[in-house]
């Protein structure tokens, strides 16, 4: 069965330190992965993608990725987090052969001042 | 572009009653997709179209809910009868081509059931 996993909650980090969102994953194929967010009453915001090429994908706002094979895993970074990053956010991947998504059951991320 | 369009933001209805959510995609996108959001299931896919055509309805919970797509630039997800459980927020997507790119998502309807 194709999956995909958030282990944490929520993850506090201090403005201005370093932030990770952690993802794994289970899917037939090449994965196609994702990460998007979420913030109070608004709907998903893309920030970015795995399809394939460089294992570390660089997005939206100072987001970055990891994507590691061996581990399945697609950890969302940032080098220094703002207040404003804190938001739900969610890991997803495609359905093999589908155009379908399965989302994460997301991550709340609250960064402190 | 104005982005997805959902409407209405908010909509409480008693149970029994019939409820329409509506969706207007970006321009040019070729996949529409609903979504549901509830705490206890996190985010679920309920249908998706391709070119107004719906292709994958395994997500639709009962047959009370039903989605339609007349054209390219107006979709419907309709819950006839609604019950309490149907409350969550209800969100539209649209895409240029489906899995492999990101998807755009309107506000969100938040449906409450009374």
């Known amino acids: 069965a194709q999956s995909v996993a958030q282990p944490e909650d929520q993850v506090n980090v201090a403005e201005g330190n370093p932030l990770t969102v952690k993802c794994t994953y289970s899917v037939s194929g090449n994965p196609y992965l994702f990460w998007y967010v979420q913030y109070p009453n608004r709907g998903l915001q893309f920030l970015l993608k795995?399809?394939?090429?460089?294992?570390l994908v660089k997005g939206s706002y100072g987001f970055e990725a990891e994507f590691n094979k061996s581990q399945t895993s697609f950890h969302l970074k940032k080098p220094s987090a703002l207040v404003s990053d804190s938001a739900l956010y969610f890991c997803?991947?495609?359905?093999?052969?589908?155009?379908?998504?399965?989302f994460g059951t997301g991550t709340r991320l609250q960064v402190f001042p | 572009d104005a982005g997805v369009i959902q409407s209405p933001r908010h909509e409480v209805t008693e149970m029994g009653q019939e409820v329409t959510l509506r969706c207007k995609p970006i321009s040019g996108h070729d996949y529409l997709f609903w979504y549901r959001q509830t705490m206890m299931r996190g985010l679920e896919l309920l249908i998706y179209f391709n070119n107004n055509v719906p292709i994958d309805d395994s997500g639709m919970p009962e047959d009370r809910f039903s989605a339609k797509m007349p054209n390219a630039s107006f979709s419907t997800l309709k819950i006839q009868p609604s019950e309490p459980r149907d409350s969550a927020v209800y969100f539209c997507a649209s895409s240029l081509a489906g899995g492999y790119t990101e998807a755009f998502f309107g506000q969100g309807t938040r449906l409450t059931v009374v």
């Open positions: 795995y399809i394939t090429g460089d294992n």
């Open positions: 997803a991947v495609r359905v093999y052969n589908t155009d379908k998504l399965i």
